[in-house]
């Protein structure tokens, strides 16, 4: 259950209305999501977390978008987060990631996690190696 209640005509408000026409020109796609309806109830918020979005998921990078959508399902799954793991998933299917794709995002995934927290539970030093500058 939410923490707030939807707004029943977020579109009322000029500058929500303004959003969620960019995020349907942007994604050429009617639809809008849970997360940006329920964000409609602050214009800033949802204005400022959607231009975020937009600047780093929807702009072209050194990272293709199947790349950004399966790095964002590994965050989300890390932090726990089921909406974006789904949401996310979803995206990245859309962007053709393949049933062996979605596989190999998964071990990789289950594979950080262990070696993770044994390094965080040891608090290891980080080699010098591994330091940007580090001279051979």
Same mark, same amino acid.
């Given at each position: 259950m939410s923490t707030i209640a939807k707004h &029943? /005509? &977020? *579109?009322g408000n000029p500058r929500v209305k303004a959003v969620f026409d960019d995020i349907r020109t942007t994604r050429k796609s009617d639809f809008i999501n849970n997360m940006w309806h329920y964000l409609a109830f602050d214009a800033d918020l949802l204005e400022n977390t959607w231009a975020e979005v937009k600047a780093v998921m929807a702009t072209p990078s050194a990272l293709?978008?199947?790349? #950004? *959508?399966?790095?964002y399902i590994a965050v989300s799954v890390t932090n726990g987060c089921g909406y974006c793991a789904h949401s996310h998933t979803a995206a990245? #299917? /859309?962007k053709g990631m393949s049933a062996e794709q979605h596989a190999d995002l998964l071990r990789v995934i289950a594979? /950080? /996690?262990? &070696?993770?927290?044994?390094a965080t539970a040891l608090q290891l030093p980080v080699d010098s190696a591994f330091n940007t500058d580090h001279q051979p």
């Open positions: &029943p /005509a &977020p *579109e293709d978008p199947l790349t #950004k *959508e399966m790095l990245a #299917k /859309a594979l /950080a /996690a262990n &070696p993770n927290q044994l």
